[in-house]
């Protein structure tokens, strides 16, 4: 059940892992480690929409353009040298063991005010688990904002579900066939979003909620088993957020982690995570022990070139 936020706590991460499987939630002050991130990331953003405000371009553009602009920087953060330097050293700065501690390519979102841009890049996510798109139950998610942000332009917690079982589709998704086709042509879906992604299948009580308003570089740490939705941004500026995800070698060994209530999916996403330290991929035989479908092997690992959003 979820009933702490822990702010600035000083433990260590077993401590903290162990009460995010539980739900309870971790919050940062922005840290140097972070800030250095967020300023990676805003040069790029900026860079990319050369001298228009990134939080009010969308005054000064048609959506078609936003999207051009928004679609190769994505990969573009991804792929940069200095990301996964930066990114190797966050985590480490927040207690991990970078050792044991393998880390997801971070991925950058934007929100945009008031219903200009809802899918594609810009997709605001309906209510989910992340281990519904086939993240292990031991995936903690940290979620931070690129620029200060109000409450209406934050990610939403729904604690209650953490321990209500939900009906879902998760049943018909498989990570391979998403990582194969579904991934694709995504900066195509600018008006809707036609992809295939697992959703609640029963009315879903958005409050109580929980929002974490932060400031630029602060963070949120939450178990991948959180139900949690993107915020209608109706603040008249875009959010920018970047996001990552980490699981510990031990936990996946031990399969200890948050508890499956209703996460039917297939396959895992346990290979796209790469060790803290030399960035090389999780062993074979710990990964297959998740597998329960078999696909070619280009298509088990997650491919950013082609990604626009994920769970
Ligand atoms: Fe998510």
């Known amino acids: 059940m979820m009933h702490s936020v822990y702010c600035d706590m000083n433990c260590s991460d077993e ?13 940062y002050s922005p840290r140097q480690a972070m800030l250095n991130f967020i300023e990676h990331a805003r040069g790029m953003i900026e860079d990319s ?10 005054f000064e553009m048609p959506v078609e353009r936003y999207v051009e602009i928004c679609t190769p920087l ?70 931070v904002p690129i620029y200060d942000i109000s409450t209406e332009q934050s990610m ?9 079982p939900l009906k879902n589709g998760s049943e018909e998704f498989n990570y391979y066939e998403w990582n194969s086709v579904g991934r694709k042509d995504a ?11 697992p959703k609640p299948e029963e009315p879903v009580n958005l409050f109580p909620q929980f929002r974490a308003v932060l400031p630029a570089g602060g963070a949120v740490l939450f178990s991948a088993a959180h139900l949690h939705s993107t915020v209608p941004n109706t603040s008249g500026t875009a959010r920018y957020s970047i996001d990552f995800r980490t699981v510990h070698l031990d ?12 996460s039917r999916c297939h396959g895992t996403s346990l290979r796209d995570f790469m060790k803290g330290t030399d960035l090389t991929r999780m062993p074979e035989d710990i990964v297959k022990a998740y597998d329960d479908v078999d696909a070619p092997e280009e298509a088990k690992i997650f491919k950013p070139e082609t990604a626009v959003s994920a769970s």
């Open 49 to 58: 929409f050369g001298g228009i405000d990134p939080r009010r371009a969308q």
């Open 156 to 164: 939403a917690f729904h604690p209650g579900y953490f321990d209500t």
């Open 74 to 143: 994505k990969p573009r953060f991804i792929h940069h040298p200095e990301t996964k330097k930066i990114l190797q050293a966050v985590v480490e700065s927040y207690g991990c063991d970078l050792d044991k501690t393998y880390i997801d390519v971070p991925r950058l979102r934007m929100v945009t005010s008031d219903g200009y841009l809802t899918s594609g890049v810009g997709y605001a996510h309906h209510p989910h688990r992340d281990t519904w798109f086939s993240a292990p139950m031991m995936q903690i998610n940290w979620w």
């Open 251 to 262: 936990d996946v060994i031990a399969k200890r982690g948050a508890e499956n209530l209703d």
């Open 187 to 197: 900066s195509k879906h600018i008006k809707t979003d036609t992809r295939k992604q």
């Open 15 to 27: 401590f903290r892992r162990r009460q995010l499987y539980e739900g309870q939630l971790f919050i």
